[in-house]
């Protein structure tokens, strides 16, 4: 598994300062920031776009998804996706794994992950 940098952990710090438990987050306000992500990723199970599907993210493995070919850092990565983990890689995906092909610059606000694990909660991503 690949360290996060001083920088991604600064991050993650005051995400927990600020972000509303995941319990809070609020899955119709998730769809509208789901909009996002949707261009690369499905919901649907096997159904992969520019990136892998979401369809049951929560509990996988980093760079496992089926059909999907991940970049070298992604596989390496090695956790295991939980709201936790998602949150600290929505924050900035770069940063936290260097060399994903994942172009996202990140959420910058933490109601916006709380918002949007809600919404994939809801919608297959568990």
């Given at each position: 598994?690949?360290?996060?940098?001083?920088?991604?952990?600064?991050?993650?710090?005051?995400?927990?300062?600020?972000?509303?438990?995941?319990?809070?987050?609020?899955?119709?306000?998730?769809?509208?920031?789901?909009?996002?992500?949707?261009?690369?990723?499905?919901?649907?199970?096997?159904?992969?776009?520019?990136?892998?599907?979401?369809?049951?993210?929560?509990?996988?493995?980093?760079?496992?998804?089926?059909?999907?070919?991940?970049?070298?850092?992604?596989?390496?990565?090695?956790v295991?996706?939980?709201?936790?983990?998602?949150a600290?890689?929505l924050?900035?995906?770069?940063?936290?794994?260097?060399?994903?092909?994942?172009?996202?610059?990140?959420?910058?606000?933490?109601?916006?992950?709380?918002?949007?694990?809600?919404?994939?909660?809801e919608?297959?991503?568990?």
């Amino acid at each position: 598994m690949k360290l996060i940098n001083i920088t991604t952990l600064a991050a993650v710090a005051a995400l927990s300062f600020t972000a509303p438990s995941f319990a809070e987050g609020d899955a119709a306000e998730g769809a509208t920031v789901f909009k996002k992500c949707k261009a690369c990723h499905s919901l649907e199970v096997g159904k992969k776009k520019i990136g892998p599907s979401l369809a049951g993210v929560l509990g996988r493995t980093a760079g496992t998804s089926e059909g999907y070919k991940y970049s070298k850092a992604m596989k390496a990565y090695g956790v295991v996706w939980s709201e936790e983990t998602l949150a600290v890689y929505l924050v900035a995906p770069r940063k936290v794994v260097k060399g994903t092909k994942m172009g996202f610059p990140g959420l910058k606000k933490p109601e916006d992950i709380a918002n949007l694990l809600a919404y994939l909660k809801e919608n297959g991503g568990s």
